[in-house]
């Protein structure tokens, strides 16, 4: 089993109660197409500054304090990856395709389709293990960028009440990757050692879709808890039924 945790960094949470922002405009309760047009305009208008009126982050570039990657004995990619202090690049060339649920009962299966064309995870990391039977080590800085992933994130509404108002928890948060390409950049390898270091990164690289393939479990919990944090934090801002117009 591999064990996962992860820990993102937030802006403070503005707590000044404002009624729900009309630019974009509130979409009507389950209307997929308006919401995938709602969340591709917010994407592409406020990925830089985020959106203090809905209690979203800034998410290009997104800071994540801790990301790591823990895979147990019995896999043949036996690591234990630690990114600290990186930054998540390029969550602005994502694009929601299709969206299902947001109706007016919060309580049920929510889903979202997107691609993301280029994401990058970049900052200093720690890794021990070994991969596909060769020893690994090293802590220097490190680029893991997957290219043209379709993602699927799926949760549950849960009801949470507060001063008489219906506000919706984010649960049961999965999110699925399947990236076209999966690219690795290590420094520092092996204490330095360069030939031993150049050679490890052109493996991870040959050997990437083996690798993802072993970590795809770890990966998507990791990032799903980043991605969690984010739409569950939008959703403390006001009650569900602000989000949405009759
Ligand atoms: C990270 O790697 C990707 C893929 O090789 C590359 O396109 C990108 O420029 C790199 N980013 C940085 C900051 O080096």
Not at 143 to 157: L, R, S, Y
Request: hydrophobic residues 40%.
């Amino acid at each position: 089993m591999s064990r996962i945790t992860c820990i993102a960094i937030f802006c403070a949470i503005l707590t000044v109660q404002a009624k729900f922002p009309n630019d974009p405009k509130a979409c009507k309760y389950g209307d997929g197409e308006c919401i995938v047009k709602f969340i591709n305009d917010l994407v592409s208008k406020k990925s830089a500054t985020g959106d203090r009126d809905i209690n979203l982050v800034q998410i290009d570039p997104l800071p994540v304090a801790k990301l790591q990657l823990k895979q147990g004995e019995d896999s043949p990619v036996n690591i234990d990856l630690t990114f600290t202090d990186n930054k998540l690049v390029g969550l602005s060339t994502m694009t929601y395709t299709k969206v299902k649920g947001f109706g007016k009962n919060l309580a049920q299966k929510h889903e979202l389709l997107w691609n993301i064309k280029k994401i990058s995870v970049l900052g200093p990391y720690t890794i021990s293990g070994k991969v596909l039977i060769l020893p690994i080590s090293g802590n220097g800085v490190s680029n893991m960028t997957m290219v043209n992933a379709e993602a699927k994130t799926t949760f549950i509404g849960k009801p949470i009440e507060k001063n008489g108002e219906t506000y919706m928890d984010v649960t049961n948060f999965k999110l699925y990757l399947n990236p076209e390409r999966i690219y690795y950049h290590f420094t520092n390898l092996f204490n330095g050692d360069k030939a031993l270091g150049d050679n490890m990164n052109a493996f991870l690289n040959d050997n990437w879709e083996a690798i993802f393939g072993e970590v795809k479990l770890s990966l998507e919990s990791a990032f799903g808890e980043v991605y969690h944090a984010i739409i569950r934090n939008v959703f403390t801002k006001y009650p569900y039924d602000k989000y949405f117009i009759d």
